[in-house]
């Protein structure tokens, strides 16, 4: 039976928990924190396709008996990467496409996927185009007689243990990319942010509007162009990983300097698909964990603190791939620890989540962990 998709807004919510009960005033419900305890999530990936100056994310979760994909654009008109790596992760359907806006970068494989997959329903922020590409999309959801859903700003949506909130836009403007859909995401208490190509203008929107922004990762706007993550935005969303998604010495020389620079000054590990390849992000709702295809980093102003040989990994300098040496200090964890800097001790290292008196031991067997030169 096909899943519903329910969109539900807090307002009923709180409606319906009022009326529940005055029907029962005698009824007792054990404390939220213990019913939070006794709900396990099972793992959600979040693939950050490589998919060259284009955009492509998709998400696998499920509960209990049942699974969920969805997928957050579709790539570029002129390839059918997304379409392949859909079938390399044995995808055989998908209960959402969210399309952020309909340029060609980003809506440009949907009429080829709704061919391939069996796809339930498409999300659009209703801007329409003269494109080829826009029109294939239209016809391939008509065809196949695929739900379609124009989300509005405020609403949330439960998709099984996935809440999605619509934060843009309000309205649609003249400007294709400050009209991109734009979406918080929360598994259990981790939280992804989504802006398509917002720019400047959008991200002064969503700020004003006093909505929730902060996110644990951010997949950075407009492939990582100045024109996009500025300082407030980054300010309120306050990110642990930030990720783009662009391609090799692409053309618009994306993610711009400042940009990067930017994020860097923040503590916020970068990563991006041109130096990393498709980058995953997995989760169980508590914590997190980043794999990516290709090794590589993006650099940072600080010093790498493995220089001559008898040096060591200076934990308040050194930069992410050298941190990551250190026994039990993961991509998760060196987000982390970066975010927690300064630090008087090794000690210290009992701040970050799930670093003990044990693995701090560890550590310090290991010899290579210092703090300064």
């Not at 250190?326 to 620890?337: K, Q």
Request: hydrophobic fraction near 40%.
């Amino acid at each position: 039976m096909k899943k519903k998709l329910i969109a539900t807004l807090y307002l009923l919510i709180g409606a319906a928990l009022l009326c529940a009960g005055c029907m029962n005033s005698n009824a007792t419900s054990p404390p939220a924190a213990e019913i939070e305890d006794n709900i396990k999530l099972s793992n959600m990936i979040a693939h950050f396709i490589d998919v060259g100056q284009a955009d492509a994310t998709l998400l696998e979760f499920s509960d209990g008996t049942d699974s969920y994909t969805m997928l957050i654009d579709t790539g570029n008109w002129n390839a059918t990467d997304v379409v392949s790596y859909l079938h390399d992760e044995k995808i055989k359907s998908i209960d959402i496409i969210a399309i952020t806006h309909p340029h060609a970068d980003h809506i440009g494989q949907l009429d080829k996927i709704i061919d391939a997959f069996n796809v339930h329903e498409v999300w659009m922020n209703g801007q329409s185009a003269e494109s080829d590409v826009f029109l294939r999309a239209l016809d391939a959801i008509e065809v196949n007689g695929v739900d379609y859903y124009e989300p509005e700003v405020g609403e949330v949506f439960d998709v099984g243990p996935l809440e999605i909130t619509i934060l843009h836009p309000s309205s649609l403007t003249g400007s294709t990319n400050n009209n991109s859909l734009s979406m918080r995401m929360t598994y259990g208490d981790v939280a992804f942010l989504f802006t398509g190509d917002a720019e400047v203008q959008a991200e002064r929107d969503m700020l004003t509007s006093g909505a929730n922004l902060n996110a644990d990762i951010l997949h950075v706007g407009h492939h990582g162009s100045n024109t996009s993550t500025t300082e407030d935005f980054l300010n309120a969303v306050n990110p642990e990983i930030a990720i783009y998604s662009a391609g090799n010495e692409n053309q618009y020389e994306h993610p711009h300097e400042e940009v990067v620079t930017r994020l860097q000054a923040h503590q916020v590990l970068l990563y991006g698909t041109n130096t990393h390849g498709t980058v995953r992000v997995e989760t169980d709702g508590a914590t997190y964990s980043v794999q990516t295809n290709k090794d590589g980093t993006i650099p940072r102003d600080s010093p790498d603190a493995t220089t001559a040989e008898g040096s060591c990994i200076n934990i308040n300098e050194a930069t992410d791939a050298d941190i990551q040496q250190i026994v039990h200090i993961g991509a998760e964890r060196v987000a982390l620890l970066i975010k927690g800097r300064p630090y008087k001790s090794l000690d210290d290292l009992k701040r970050i989540h799930g670093i003990g008196p044990a693995r701090i031991n560890d550590i310090k067997e290991q010899n290579i962990a210092c703090i300064g030169g």
